[in-house]
């Protein structure tokens, strides 16, 4: 939720989705049916084998979505900071 007060702007409508599934399926299957420009996801950038075994929600996503797709990584998972 606090993602999204945080791009919301005054011509910017956005939506929460609360759902259950697979994940990325879910993302995608809830822009397609509320139409979408834009999908916003945070991430938490996995690398190597945990990576490989927990495979990667945003790069299921951005391969499959039929619209724009913006990654963003909270400032908890930035390495360096």
Known sequence: MRLETQVKGPNCRTRTVLTEGVLFYEILHAAKRLRC??????MHGRTGLAHAIMGS???NVIRRASCPVLTVRPPRFRRGL
């Open 37 to 42: 420009d834009l999908i916003i996801l945070a």
């Open 57 to 59: 929600v945003a790069e």
